[in-house]
């Protein structure tokens, strides 16, 4: 079983940064790609950014420039720095894993969530 923990979410204001990440424990072999992912009232979960185990990344067009994201492969974490917020940022925040445990090959892991909301 793989458990990810969400944390670092909060208020802030607009123009503001916030830091989340995720950690995962378990019985993991490997983490193929992190991401996050959020949810805002009324619309749909919406990818933000991911990052694969090469170190490769790729980033919605509305965050791009603003959010960076990064991996500590040996903590197996991921992180989420978000810059210049915007009150349309307010949103869940969820941490995606592909992870490949001694029994499994490339299965998805969600966290619980962390609420972002950022004031205008």
């Known amino acids: 079983q793989v458990q990810l923990v969400e944390s670092g979410g909060g208020l802030v204001q607009a123009g503001g940064s916030l830091r989340l990440s995720c950690a995962a424990s378990g019985s993991i072999f490997s983490i193929n790609v992190m991401g996050w992912y959020r949810q805002a009232p009324g619309k749909q979960r919406e990818l933000v950014a991911t990052i694969t185990s090469g170190g490769s990344t790729n980033y919605a067009d509305s965050v791009k420039g603003r959010f960076t994201i990064s991996r500590d492969n040996a903590e197996n974490t991921v992180y989420l720095h978000m810059n210049s917020l915007k009150p349309e940022d307010t949103a869940v925040y969820y941490c995606?894993?592909?992870?490949?445990?001694?029994?499994?090959?490339?299965?998805?892991?969600w966290g619980k969530g962390t609420l972002c909301t950022v004031s205008s």
């Open positions: 995606n894993f592909v992870v490949t445990t001694p029994h499994y090959v490339g299965m998805n892991y």
